[in-house]
């Protein structure tokens, strides 16, 4: 025999074994009643860490389980656990129907009385979906807790269909933020970017979520301005218990921690994500229309009083730290209940990420790279959340509840780039350049809504009224370019000099500044009204029987629901870009060995205006355009009914 055919062999006998020992336990889970599959329901086999939850449609599988005699247990809320004790043979399919009968199945005519679903449970959010007519998908507060989020952002990842852009966008079924509607708690929320409809779910602590839901599918009761999904964003409600947590935790990040890190002078509270105004463009700047009228020695004169520290620092980052409080309380008069429940979020990461540019140009010699330029950003990121939510049942039929949220977030880039241009001539243009850019959201949300049922609930009232305010800013954003030409960048011939623009060029490289603010505020309003028209298929009294199976026979269930909803909201971006050029005049000349000073001292205060020597400094520019700023509000009423 050849040792290919007996390698061959070898081969056949060797997957025989491997699927043969693919043992197989799979079923459906259904009520015994009505014969609908049960989603969420978790199946477990004991003395084994095989465990799962149900599917939408009910079923479950579970692969790879060893030879033996088992007791599988279905377990679901409101409904009575079912065991049942089964054996696996080798390579066999073991298939297993579990009809659950209900509590109150159970007990026959006695009358008790059950808690719903656990709100963020994996269970509620999977009978949500079952019953909700729209297609939706999305992940739970207990699914939140079980995998590694911290963040809004970090848990949409984990929800089919969507996927994070930076961090913090979130792209729906390949379309990207433009085209996706972010909700709180049935309210809508601001745009949090200047330039385009976006929102940075990084904003929002996971711990203070209790669910988080998009909706892909068009309703009549849903606005219509997306095509790639509602998100709706829930948070925690108060509980019938009362409670404390506290969570302290840490992560290293092997390219960052205890690694060289680069930062800048900013403000002393950038460790609260907010900026004490140690950025702000100074007082004394006018508008951008008196600025354009001033004389250059006024404009000399102004870039004194700019005078942050262009410095790059160096230090050792330390490992993230994420701190979590929560207390919930609850109180009983009489018929009516009072609870609130509170949060506090901070957390503080560092991350280093390196990225290189490539520019490519076609030539008759063919493709020809052009420059490559290697970017290294050190970031800082910083989440400062409090959330304080009021619940008030007046009686079993009318709820109240207050949900307010205040999220700092901000982040601090430093960047740092070094590379070359023109690499296709010789010589070459030899670059190093920095960026100091930091990023600042403030977010308040509060929403009212209140729950009312009317007539044994032949008459429902649902309402939602909401408020959302939304700052961005961006103070003092820095930009430093030094360039040197030569065969080599080691060119003793020539050395680094920084591109500062000649006297009344618009200023765009070194001593580039720019501050910009968003503000953007939401008031909504939402409403729907729904009429229980439910039909018997027979009035006779006598058919009128409380057994369960036959009622759900003999009736079925039509709703009508007719609601509206209202919207306001307005916005106010400013933008100022300003910039230091070469200062001269009558009588004078700038002092060109100014450019070839290193960052930390080319723009000290003694080398602005005319200086003591008698040569010229620099000078303030603006490059402000009209189109820079702008104010914007829109008004939206719609209305809706629907039967169901």
Known sequence: MKLTHLFYGLILIINFQVFAQNNTVKGIVKDSITNETIPGAAVIIEGTNFKMYTSFDGDFIFNKVPKGTYVITIKYSGYTNYEERFTVDQGQTVEINAALGSVVQQIGTMHATAKGLKKGSQEDLAKEQKDNVKVSDGISEASMKSQPTTRASDALGKVSGASIQDN????????????????????????????????????????????????????????????????????????????????????????????????????????????????????????????????????????????????????????????????????????????????????????????????????????????????????????????????FKWNKHHKFHLYNI????????????????????????????????????????????????????????????????????????????????????????????????????????????????????????????????????????????????????????????????HQFRNRDFTARNFGFSRYKGSGFSFDNSLLTLPEDQIFSSEHLGLMSNGLGGFKLEEASKVNDSYQANSLLNAGFNVRC
């Open 168 to 391: 913090k966008f979130v792209i729906v079924r390949g379309l990207n933020d433009r085209y996706n509607a972010p909700y709180l708690n049935g309210a809508p929320l601001p745009s949090s970017e200047s330039d385009k409809k976006a929102f940075t779910f990084d904003i929002f602590p996971s711990n203070m979520l209790s669910s988080l839901v998009i909706y892909k599918s068009s309703a009549a009761d849903q606005p219509g301005e997306f095509a790639g999904g509602i998100i709706n964003v829930a948070t925690k409600a108060p509980k019938d218990t009362n409670y404390q947590t506290i969570s302290v935790g840490t992560s290293i990040n092997t390219l960052t921690t205890f690694q060289n890190f680069k930062d800048y002078s900013g403000s002393n509270t950038d460790w609260l994500g907010f900026d004490n105004q140690a950025r702000k463009l100074p007082s004394t700047i006018p508008n951008s229309f008196d600025f354009s009228k001033l004389l250059n020695s006024e404009k000399a004169d102004l870039a004194k009083t700019m005078t942050p520290s262009w410095a790059i620092n160096s230090r050792t980052a330390l490992p993230a730290l994420n701190l979590q409080l929560g207390v919930n309380r609850h109180y009983e008069f009489k018929k009516r209940s009072f609870g609130f429940y509170g949060a506090y979020n901070y957390r503080n990461d560092y991350s280093t990420q390196q990225s290189i540019r490539r520019e490519f140009e076609e030539s008759t010699n063919g493709v020809v790279l052009r420059s490559e330029l290697t970017d290294t950003n050190y970031t800082s990121n910083v989440l400062n959340s409090g959330m304080l939510n009021f619940e």
């Open 406 to 565: 205040y999220s700092v977030n901000s982040s601090d880039r430093t960047t740092i780039r070094k590379g070359i241009r023109e690499m296709d001539n010789d010589p070459h243009i030899y670059e190093k350049a920095s960026n100091r850019w930091y990023t600042q959201n403030n977010l308040y949300a509060g929403q009212l809504v209140g729950d009312h049922d009317f007539f044994h609930k032949k008459f429902k009232l649902n309402w939602v009224g909401g408020f959302s305010n939304i700052q961005r800013e961006v103070p003092n954003m820095r930009r430093m370019v030094y360039q040197k030409t030569g065969m080599t960048e080691d060119d003793p011939s020539s050395e680094y000099t920084a591109i500062v623009q000649n006297n009344g060029t618009i200023p765009t490289a070194a001593g580039n500044m720019t501050w910009l603010n968003t503000k953007e505020n939401i008031y909504s309003f939402k409403y729907d009204v729904t009429f229980d028209v439910t039909k018997k298929t027979q009035k006779k009294k006598d058919e009128e029987k409380e057994n369960d199976e036959e009622d759900h026979k003999k009736r079925f269930k039509l709703e009508a629901k007719v609601g509206g909803m």
